[in-house]
């Protein structure tokens, strides 16, 4: 059984940052391509970030410069280290396997004026 979980969310003031961690079980890991998303009150979700299996990355225009995933495949670990961040990053973030649709449970961030 495949399980996806997030952690590492939590309040911080604009200007800090948080790290992310998603881990995965239950699957290869090395192979698979991984992404963040987020979804905020009253919006719809939307594509952070994405990892491939080489490590090359993308990049949402809203977090790129401030935001940056990587991966751990001795870890079948995840990360999303978010830095600058801003109240409208507040959300809750959810991390992916990409093309495989399974999701982790997600994790609240939250970011005061």
């Known amino acids: 059984q495949v399980r996806l979980v997030e952690s590492g969310g939590g309040l911080v003031e604009a200007g800090g940052s948080l790290r992310l961690s998603c881990a995965i079980s239950g699957m290869t890991f090395t192979t698979n391509f991984y992404g963040w998303y987020r979804q905020a009150p009253g919006k719809q979700r939307e594509w952070v970030a994405r990892?491939?299996?080489?490590?090359?990355?993308n990049y949402a225009d809203s977090v790129r410069g401030r935001f940056a995933i990587s991966r751990d495949n001795a870890k079948n670990t995840v990360y999303l280290e978010m830095n600058s961040l801003k109240p409208e990053d507040t959300a809750v973030y959810y991390c992916?396997?990409?093309?495989?649709?399974?999701w982790g449970q997600g994790t609240q961030v939250t970011v005061s004026p």
């Open positions: 990892i491939n299996n080489h490590g090359g990355t």
């Open positions: 992916k396997v990409e093309l495989r649709n399974y």
